[in-house]
C-alpha cells in the first residue's frame, strides 16, 4: 500500500478551485448573455418586432459589442443572419433582428402597464435563469451553480461596465430591478474573498452604480469576459 506525507498532498487555492469546479465547465448561452444586456429602462423590456435594443450616442461600442452577439446567437444555432444595425442622424444605435425579438417574446410574458408611451414586459417568473441550481438540475446532480445566470451575468456586465479614472465599475439607469437581480446572482456565486458595494442615487434617471473588489470569483468571471469578447472578434 503506498503512503502518503504531508509534502504529498495540496489543496486547491481559491482561485484554482473556481477554475476547476465553476469556468472549466461554464458554457456560455448566448441568448441569457443578450437578455442581460437589455437595459430595460423603466422596470420592463419593451418587445418589438425587430428592434431588439437601443443605445445612447455614448454607447457606441457597446452596441457593435451586441451586434456580434446578436450574430453569434444566430450563428451557433444554425438561424439566418437577419441582423441589422442602424445608426440615427442624431448618432443613436439601434440592434434589428426580427428572428431574436420573436425569441425574446418567449422569455418576456408578463405585460406591464403602458408607462410614458411604452408597453414593458417582465421576465417569466418561471424561467430557468430564475431557477435554483437544484430545481434545474435534480437532486442527483453535483452542480452548484446556474449556469444561465453566469451568462445573464456577462451581458450585464459588459453592457454596463465603465472605467473612469483607473476605477472600474458598472452604471446603471432607470432599471433598479434589473439590479437587484444582478447582486442576487452574483451573491451566489461569489466566495468570502469577493465584495460588492453598491451605490443608488435616488434621481432622475435613477442610477446605481456596483463596485467589486478583486476575489477569487470576481477574478475569474472578469477572465470569463475577456476570453468571451476575444472570441467575439
Known amino acids: 500500500m503506498s503512503k502518503y506525507t504531508a509534502q504529498d498532498i495540496s489543496t486547491l487555492s481559491t482561485d484554482e478551485m473556481f477554475q476547476f469546479r465553476l469556468f472549466s465547465k461554464f458554457e456560455v448561452s448566448d441568448i441569457y448573455v443578450i437578455i442581460g444586456y437589455l437595459q430595460e429602462y423603466f422596470g420592463g423590456y419593451n418587445l418589438d418586432d425587430e428592434c431588439v435594443d437601443g443605445f445612447f450616442v455614448n454607447e457606441l461600442e457597446k452596441a457593435k459589442i451586441f451586434e456580434k452577439i446578436c450574430k453569434k446567437y444566430l450563428r451557433e444555432n444554425s438561424l439566418d443572419n437577419d441582423v441589422k444595425f442602424h445608426t440615427s442622424e442624431t448618432g443613436h444605435s439601434t440592434v434589428l433582428s426580427r428572428t431574436i425579438c420573436g425569441h425574446l417574446s418567449k422569455f418576456y410574458i408578463i405585460e406591464e402597464k403602458k408607462f410614458l408611451n411604452h408597453r414593458k414586459f417582465l421576465l417569466n417568473p418561471k424561467d430557468e435563469l430564475l431557477k435554483s441550481p437544484l430545481d434545474l438540475c435534480g437532486k442527483d446532480s453535483f452542480n452548484f451553480w446556474n449556469f444561465?445566470?453566469?451568462?445573464?451575468?456577462?451581458?450585464?456586465?459588459?453592457?454596463?461596465?465603465?472605467?473612469?479614472?483607473?476605477t472600474k465599475?458598472?452604471?446603471?439607469?432607470n432599471a433598479s430591478h434589473k439590479v437587484n437581480m444582478a447582486i442576487d446572482f452574483f451573491r451566489s456565486f461569489c466566495d468570502s474573498g469577493d465584495s460588492i458595494k453598491v451605490e443608488y442615487h435616488f434621481n432622475t434617471p435613477c442610477v446605481s452604480n456596483m463596485y467589486f473588489t478583486n476575489g477569487p470569483f470576481l477574478r475569474g468571471f472578469e477572465n470569463e469576459i475577456k476570453k468571451y469578447l476575444e472570441f467575439l472578434d
Not at 445573464?152 to 479614472?165: A, Q, S
Open 148 to 166: 444561465n445566470q453566469l451568462s445573464f451575468l456577462v451581458g450585464f456586465y459588459i453592457r454596463n461596465l465603465v472605467v473612469k479614472n483607473d
Open 169 to 173: 465599475f458598472l452604471n446603471i439607469a
